[in-house]
């Protein structure tokens, strides 16, 4: 009779255990969203960066294109990696008035603009930070971006 209770028992703990494994098994806690920190793959032939920053994208086309290529020199230099080789205020204050830093003799102005052989790119004093900072987004994130046609 013992034994028999003793048996019982552990058949109950044994669906139980089963049971709780089956309710484990189908619960699927909703996902989380927010913040994550981790590596976002993205891949090479989806310019999914470009689209999300149009406006630079837009500005650049309309305005740069003719005279740059992001990977290549044109009439005037490749401009990828422009903001490793020069700082903002300078690329800034470039854009706006190239012709302005030549004359207060900026040796970096003085240099390119030799080297392209005294070429005097287009200002844009209308040009707003903000917006040559859309430019340099896009041309920044053009390193994930390859091809150029
Ligand atoms: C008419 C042609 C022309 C247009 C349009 C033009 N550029 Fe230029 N850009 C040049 C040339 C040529 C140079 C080389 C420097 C010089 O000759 O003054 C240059 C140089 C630069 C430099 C300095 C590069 C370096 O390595 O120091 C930057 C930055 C730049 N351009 C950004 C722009 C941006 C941004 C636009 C569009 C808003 C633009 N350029 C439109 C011709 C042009």
Redesign the pocket.
């Known amino acids: 009779m013992k034994y028999i209770s003793k048996l019982n028992i552990l058949f109950l703990i044994l669906v139980l255990l089963l049971a709780g494994m089956l309710v484990l098994n189908f619960y699927n806690p909703p996902l989380k969203t927010g913040f994550y920190c981790g590596v976002v793959s993205v891949p090479y032939d989806q310019p999914i960066l470009i689209s999300a920053n149009s406006t630079g994208e837009m ?2 086309k309309d ?2 294109k ?3 290529k992001l990977h290549a020199e044109s ?3 490749a ?1 990828s990696g ?1 903001t490793e ?2 700082s903002k205020k300078w ?1 800034y204050a ?2 706006q008035n ?1 012709r302005g830093l ?1 004359n207060k003799g900026d040796t ?2 003085i240099n ?2 030799n ?8 200002s ?1 004093p209308t ?1 707003t930070k903000a917006e ?1 900072d859309s ?2 987004m896009y ?1 920044e994130h053009s390193l994930l971006y390859i091809p150029e046609k």
């Open positions: 500005l650049y305005n740069c003719s005279c740059h009439v005037g230099p401009l422009i080789r020069r690329i470039f854009v190239s030549i970096m102005a390119v603009y080297k392209y052989n005294k070429a005097e790119m287009t844009f040009f040559i430019i340099l041309i």
